[in-house]
């Protein structure tokens, strides 16, 4: 017979039901007669749901390795005697005659994976942090104040996705990111002057607007636009004759938008109002207001002549008005009884009176005073009130046979005196 060196011996395994040659080598330092029998095995391993991917039971020195089978999302534990019993080896046996015959089960545990979540501000409810590979689920919806979902990237790659289901057989630890849209709400801006607003603004009435720091709207009388969630606005007014504004403020956008009313105030000055160039009186009016017209009290015998230079509106400075009045041009109706020599007294009467009256004319016949016809004179209506009160009370007291006389001005007023 031949002799070899090295000495080849078999041993044939079935796995599954398949069969494969794993051969064992042993060095023998002597020439020995290649005459063997080979000892054949008969091992079934039961994968459980996992794979060998071509693996196979392999004897080296007296040690059995048996093959390490592969379950995604699960971890290999070891191998059973029964499918649901508890681990009765490793994958490495000492003496291959105990699993000889057999069928042995895989044995696993699930493995759990993570998942983390970047909401970008947002909140989120219900989400899971946990999941195995025998789970499906949905992600659910996050919610954030002023701003619109538009969806997850991430382990889903970096199209936004705003229903993402994860499947039934997916494994590893998973992130996403919640996606947004920011959403623009109403700021509306409208004057406010002395207390009324003015939906459309009104001329003269300016300010400024900025938005995030940027100015966006420079002199202008209105502004309203959409603006986004969060932004800062700031509103400044501009200086305007007669009105006082110190608006400078700055809000920030929130989800119902804003009404802002940049305002301004009327400032009041004094209106002094003179007669015949003394003080009469004074008013605090405000800027565009009417002014006032006083009413002047006077003497029943003097005439008013009205207020001057009134302006149509008060000003944004302080203003002087003058008024004037004079006295009233009156004149004397004096009479006597039409007695005897009644014309005669009369006579006298102008005469006497003369001295005292211009323009004095008469006598004449012209009236009666209670039934009794009188001899009259009148004085002409140059003379002014006072200087006819002057007169009047002497000429009656020097002329005893004055009886009645009367005082008549151009300004309606009148009065009798009787002696």
């Known amino acids: 017979m031949k002799k070899n060196k090295y000495i080849f011996i078999a041993i044939i395994l079935s796995i599954f039901c398949s069969l494969s040659v794993t051969f064992a080598y042993f060095k023998s330092s002597t020439d020995l007669l290649s005459a063997f029998k080979t000892k ?5 391993l039961n994968g459980s749901g996992g794979t060998f991917n071509g693996e196979g039971v392999v004897i080296s020195n007296g040690t059995t390795t048996l093959p390490t089978p592969i379950k995604s999302g699960y971890t290999f534990l070891g191998y059973s005697n029964s499918s649901n019993g508890n681990i009765d080896y490793s994958i490495n046996i000492n003496n291959i005659n105990e699993i000889n015959d057999k069928e042995i089960y895989a044995k696993w545990q ?31 919806t996050p919610s954030k104040t002023g701003h619109n979902f538009s969806g997850w990237t991430g382990s889903n790659g970096t199209t936004k996705q705003k229903t993402l289901t994860i499947p039934k057989g997916t494994t590893g630890n998973l992130n996403y990111t919640a996606n947004w849209d920011t959403n623009s709400y109403l ?13 459309s603004g009104l001329s003269g009435y300016t ?35 007669g009105m006082s504004t110190s608006y400078d403020e700055t809000i920030i956008v ?81 009479g006597h009884p039409k007695a005897q020599n009644g014309y005669n007294i009369m006579t006298q009467v102008v005469i006497a ?27 002409d209506s140059s003379l002014k009130y006072s200087q006819v009160m002057a007169k009047l009370p002497t000429s009656m007291n020097r002329y005893y046979w004055w009886s009645y006389a009367e005082v008549h001005c151009d300004n309606g007023y009148a009065f009798g005196y009787n002696k």
């Open 40 to 44: 054949s095995y008969y091992i079934q």
């Open 110 to 140: 699930i493995n759990t994976y993570s998942i983390s979540y970047n909401l970008n501000g947002g909140t989120i409810s219900g989400q899971k942090t946990t999941y195995n590979v025998e789970e499906s689920f949905t992600l659910p």
């Open 187 to 199: 700021v509306d801006i409208n004057p406010k002057i002395d207390g009324i607003t003015y939906n």
């Open 207 to 241: 300010f400024d607007v900025w938005v995030n720091g940027t100015l966006v709207a420079d002199n202008v009388i209105d502004w309203c636009q959409n603006v986004s969630y969060g932004s800062t606005v700031r509103v400044k007014t501009n200086a305007h004759d």
């Open 254 to 334: 929130g989800t119902s938008g804003a009404n802002i009313s940049p305002s301004w105030i009327k400032n009041y000055y004094t209106a002094s109002y003179y007669i015949n160039g003394n003080l009469y009186t004074t008013s605090s009016v405000g800027y565009g207001d009417t002014l006032p017209v006083h009413a002047v009290s006077l003497n029943p015998w003097e005439v008013w002549d009205g207020w001057n230079n009134i302006p149509g509106s008060m000003p944004n400075s302080d203003v002087r008005i003058d008024g004037y009045y004079h006295e009233a041009n009156c004149y004397v109706w004096a």
């Open 353 to 379: 009176a003369r001295n005292d009256f211009t323009g004095v004319t008469g006598p004449y016949e012209s009236t009666s005073i209670q039934g009794v016809a009188l001899w009259t004179m009148h004085t």
